[in-house]
């Protein structure tokens, strides 16, 4: 497949891209799935940085395994293995000095690694991405995760062939914590992008950020999708092709987990996602999560494991869109 030059890019927020380069690095997901030989080694020599400051299970494994099988060298680093953790170094002088070494740099940093200040993980990557020489990715932070936004956007068009005029719900779920604002913030960003008719539908006190909300409209309006909110399970998955669960924490109390408690308790029961709920969606609609999933209590079993559940598949195309993204990025350089 040829592919544009492209200069430096970082991929910090789906939205910071043109819609036709998503295009382009979707259609690239596609045939690095269908054709994995091509790729095998195409990136012989280079090497990705990856930086890790909270656990991961799905990011860091398929970006691991996707570097492999395109020849590149992945070179895991945890909080223990840097001083920027400590504050002992810059972003400044972490960045530059990597970028020496590396052809591309990731990092996860979620809200406890900057003490819940929210957006304070999203402007730590910026200023990476500022003084790196090489692309920096996003495995998300405390605003952001688009790898998973990418692999979901990409998993409703291989399920549902034609993302326009689709309609898809964002549905908040319960969990014991607060949980951050990057999945529901990016898929809402993806789906509006696409033509999605998208219903966000959360419990009162649970809003996204308005200035997300702001941007998804904006999407909705150029793509001819639409953008409704519910606070009504059964209002909001009438007619669904497509049910993302996700949990997040009230902004109301951002970091502040016991006061938010109160908030959230009220749902446990209601808002704890159940197969039953699917009888008002469409009969081929699909249940999607990014997983980790707290089993019973985000979602029930019966539901994780039923007929319209597309989890694993979703998971395992995070392997597809790492190496796309790792492609795009790197191949031309
Ligand atoms: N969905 C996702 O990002 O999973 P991990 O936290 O396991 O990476």
């Known amino acids: 497949m040829a592919l544009k030059k492209v200069k430096k890019k970082d991929f910090i927020s789906t939205q910071d891209w043109d819609k036709e380069e998503l295009d382009e690095l979707l259609k690239l997901t596609k045939d690095v799935k269908l054709n994995p030989k091509k790729y095998r080694n195409s990136l012989d020599g280079k090497s990705i940085c990856m930086f890790f400051y ?5 990011t860091r494994n398929s970006t691991q395994v996707a570097a492999y099988q395109l020849g590149m060298q992945p070179i895991f680093n945890s909080i223990k293995d840097s001083w920027i953790g400590y504050k002992s170094e810059s972003v400044k002088d972490t960045a530059i000095v990597l970028s020496r070494y590396y052809d591309a740099i990731g990092i996860r940093l979620f809200p406890n690694s900057v003490n819940w200040k929210y957006k304070e993980g999203n402007r730590i990557l910026r200023e990476f991405a500022k003084w790196s020489d090489t692309p920096i990715i996003n495995f998300e932070d405390d605003q952001f995760h688009p790898l ?20 898809v719900v964002i549905s908040w779920a319960y969990h014991p914590k607060p949980l951050p604002l990057s999945v529901p913030n990016s898929i809402l960003l993806i789906t509006t992008r696409y033509g999605m008719n998208v219903t966000l539908a959360h419990p009162k006190n649970f809003e996204l950020d308005d200035e997300i909300i702001n941007f998804a409209k904006g999407n909705a309006e150029k793509s001819g999708g639409s953008l409704t909110m519910s606070n009504d399970i059964k209002e909001a998955y009438n007619g669904a092709d497509v049910v993302y669960v996700k949990s997040w924490g009230s902004r109301k109390h951002y970091g502040n987990a016991k006061d938010e408690k109160p908030l959230r308790v009220p749902y446990r029961d209601e808002w704890c996602i159940k197969e039953k709920y699917f009888n008002f969606a469409n009969s081929d609609s699909v249940f999607m999560h990014c997983l980790p999933i707290r089993r019973n209590i985000v979602a029930e079993d019966a539901l994780i494991d039923g007929k319209h559940s597309i989890v694993y598949d979703q998971a395992e195309n995070r392997l597809y869109t790492a190496k796309a993204l790792l492609y795009y990025l790197l191949k031309e350089k």
């Open 148 to 167: 998973q936004a990418l692999t979901d956007i990409f998993t409703i068009q291989e399920k549902k062939k034609e993302t326009k005029g689709k309609k």
């Open 54 to 58: 909270n656990p991961s299970t799905r």
